[in-house]
């Protein structure tokens, strides 16, 4: 998940960064959650992560978002893990996302929800996780 975890870095920095993680149903969000925490602690970046209290937008950035960039100044990253967090009208409060699934039920390719992903994660092999390319060429 260092890989995953320099993506972010790469991308979008990491000044008070916020991150969406969402899945298939059934998969350990959690569990990939703490896998990209400890990815950017071997970047030595600050990061924790949170279980999602809602799915609702405004009980999310008021609740999770904004106190996590308001308490605080320089590098850090939050990880928000849960259901629903690449859904139509919370997927804009973050900064960088990431669909995680299985091969069991995979989604198509050019599903709504891995096309709003900044990244898909493989975690078919849950021990070894592995990045999808989901772009269109």
Same mark, same amino acid.
């Given at each position: 998940?260092?890989?995953?975890?320099?993506?972010?870095?790469?991308?979008?920095?990491?000044?008070?960064? =916020?991150?969406?993680?969402?899945?298939?149903?059934?998969?350990? @969000?959690?569990?990939?959650?703490?896998?990209?925490?400890?990815?950017?602690?071997?970047?030595?970046?600050?990061?924790?992560?949170?279980?999602?209290?809602?799915?609702?937008?405004?009980?999310?950035?008021?609740?999770?978002?904004?106190?996590?960039?308001?308490?605080?100044?320089?590098?850090?990253? @939050?990880? =928000?893990?849960?259901?629903?967090?690449?859904?139509?009208?919370?997927?804009?409060?973050?900064?960088?996302?990431?669909?995680?699934?299985?091969?069991?039920?995979? @989604?198509?390719?050019?599903?709504? =929800?891995?096309?709003?992903?900044?990244?898909?994660?493989?975690?078919?092999?849950?021990?070894?996780?592995?990045?999808?390319?989901?772009?269109?060429?």
């Amino acid at each position: 998940m260092a890989a995953i975890a320099a993506e972010v870095i790469g991308q979008v920095g990491t000044n008070r960064t =916020v991150v969406g993680i969402d899945g298939q149903g059934g998969i350990d @969000l959690e569990r990939v959650a703490a896998a990209l925490v400890a990815g950017f602690a071997q970047h030595g970046v600050p990061a924790m992560a949170a279980a999602a209290p809602s799915t609702d937008a405004d009980v999310l950035r008021s609740d999770v978002v904004t106190p996590f960039r308001t308490t605080g100044a320089g590098d850090g990253v @939050l990880v =928000v893990h849960g259901p629903g967090m690449l859904a139509q009208g919370v997927r804009g409060l973050w900064r960088w996302s990431l669909w995680v699934e299985q091969e069991d039920g995979r @989604l198509d390719r050019r599903a709504d =929800v891995k096309i709003a992903a900044s990244a898909v994660l493989d975690v078919t092999d849950p021990e070894h996780p592995r990045r999808e390319w989901n772009d269109a060429c």
